[in-house]
């Protein structure tokens, strides 16, 4: 398998972003502008509040709808949380885990991500795993050393055939909604170093169907140039995903790859 044959996910990362009414909207605008899009899975991971009304503003279309995170623990005393069984229920198709807000703002830990992964795998949910290095730990030339930790960690005790269900975005926290991209070549390289770990730990047929995303300020204007890497199969896209013509463009984008 190559990057042909994988195929690409375009993922869109609401964050803490739109009222239902809002989330409506921008789901109703979108689905017309992208109906024809057939090579490219479309994702919108949307805050918990707004699940419900994508699911029903997305019925239908080719949008799959996401969350942007679930509790490892199936119930019980998590005031505030929610589990993977109850967006699985809900007909939730994805779920952001280990982004790089939760790591930072949240005190999530490559531990707290693979307990995630392995609850949201349980639940049948297909886990998009966030990892990524920060600015200084580029500066001090670890990248690999932190996402080869980060992979291990994140993936630890997940069965191959689990692995498949998963998809791997590689957003280095440097370029996270601070309009400064990776360039292509920085994204191509850490994916296809994050491939080459996966090959590692469960061999290189394994690895190569596994969907690597970039995501960090990819937006309608540079799309293009990083989904055409070989390693690059999509992206998770934060605040162009909030306008249905700029996500239509990097959805547009990919389908070319
Ligand atoms: C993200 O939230 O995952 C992200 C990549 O954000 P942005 O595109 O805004 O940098």
Known sequence: MNK????????????????????????????????????????????FTNLETALAATEGTN???????????????????????MLAEMGVEYVVLGHSERRQYFAETDETVNKRTKAALEAGLKPIVCVGELLWEREC????????????????????????????????????????????DQAEEVCAFIRDTLAKLYG??????ITIQYGGSMNAANAAELVSKKNVDGGLIGGASLKAADFTTIIKAAEVG
């Open 204 to 209: 290189a047929d394994v690895a190569e169907t």
């Open 141 to 184: 030339n670890i990248t690999e050393e932190v996402i080869a930790r980060q992979i291990k960690l994140d993936f630890f005790g997940i069965s191959a055939d689990d692995l498949k269900k998963c998809v791997i975005a590689y957003e280095p926290v440097w370029a996270i909604g601070t309009g400064k991209t990776a360039t292509a």
């Open 63 to 85: 949008i799959k709808i996401g969350a942007e995170n679930c509790h490892f623990e199936k119930s019980g005393a998590f005031t505030g949380e929610i589990s993977a069984d």
């Open 4 to 47: 042909a044959t994988r195929k690409a996910i375009i993922a869109g990362n609401w964050k803490m972003n739109k009222t239902r009414p809002e989330a409506k909207a921008l789901l109703t605008e979108l689905a017309p502008m992208v109906a024809d899009v057939k090579s490219v899975e479309i994702v919108a991971c949307v805050p």
